[in-house]
Nanobody, 122 residues
Framework: VQLQASGGGLVQAGGSLRLSCVVH????????MVWSRQAPGKERELVAA????????WHRDSVKGRFAISKDNAKNAFYLQMNRLKPDDTAVYYC??????WGVGAYEYEYWGQGTLVTVSS
């Protein structure tokens, strides 16, 4: 399984971006897909997660109401819609996945996409 992330860029505070992660390879409903981020000088943190079955979904408190994770089974892809962006959201965003289980840690995933940089200017 390989993940390919895209969609980062420079945006003004209050703006929106949509990150995409295309999944190459066979996956099943046991998979968990996540977006995590790492800001300069800070620890990586989980931003949002969903189970490929659609049963579970999670967003960290600081992005609730602004970010939304979603998936498209037909395209084998998942997304992070980011609205009302703040300078504190500036980070490298990573998509990741694991083949089974559910958790909200930042590092416990088998597969990682390359990071995509999101910069929010004030």
């Amino acid at each position: 399984v390989q993940l390919q992330a895209s969609g980062g860029g420079l945006v003004q505070a209050g703006g929106s971006l949509r990150l995409s992660c295309v999944v190459h390879g066979l996956i099943n409903n046991n998979y968990q897909m996540v977006w995590s981020r790492q800001a300069p000088g800070k620890e990586r943190e989980l931003v949002a997660a969903l189970s490929w079955s659609g049963r579970n979904i999670w967003h960290r408190d600081s992005v609730k109401g602004r970010f939304a994770i979603s998936k498209d089974n037909a395209k084998n892809a998942f997304y992070l819609q980011m609205n009302r962006l703040k300078p504190d959201d500036t980070a490298v965003y990573y998509c990741a996945a694991r083949s089974q289980g559910w958790g909200v840690g930042a590092y416990e995933y088998e597969y990682w996409g390359q990071g995509t940089l999101v910069t929010v200017s004030s």
